[in-house]
């Protein structure tokens, strides 16, 4: 089965970092786009950072550019998030998920993992 395990949330203060992984498994990883969303109480389901499965640059949300880095190791199966000088309208649950080869801005995701809470304080 898919499956797509976040993990590395927690309280930081702000200013703070924090790195996020994404560990995948069950299906050819390097074939996928992983993107990274998050979504605050209240609050709609918001694009983070998008890592494509091939050529081409990663995309990153306006809220968070020059501040968080998204990668990938796929000899370990793994997307990470580097998100620095974190602000409290950071505070969210970050999901990570999975979607087609073409889909370059993480617009069409297929597969959903469980999300992992990021709390910032001020």
């Known amino acids: 089965d898919v499956q797509l395990q976040a993990s590395g949330g927690g309280l930081v203060q702000a200013g703070g970092s924090l790195r996020l992984s994404c560990a995948a498994s069950?299906?050819?990883?390097?074939?996928?786009?992983i993107g990274w969303f998050r979504q605050a109480p209240g609050k709609e389901r918001q694009g983070v950072s998008c890592?494509?499965?091939?050529?081409?640059?990663?995309y990153y949300g306006d809220s968070v550019k020059g501040r968080f880095t998204i990668s990938r190791d796929n000899a370990k199966n793994t997307v990470y998030l580097q998100m620095n000088n974190l602000k409290p309208e950071d505070t969210a649950t970050y999901f990570c998920a999975r979607g087609g080869w073409g889909n370059q801005f993480c617009t069409d995701m297929d597969s959903w993992g469980n999300g992992t809470l990021v709390t910032v304080s001020s």
């Open positions: 069950g299906f050819t990883f390097d074939d996928y786009v």
């Open positions: 890592m494509p499965a091939g050529a081409g640059d990663a």
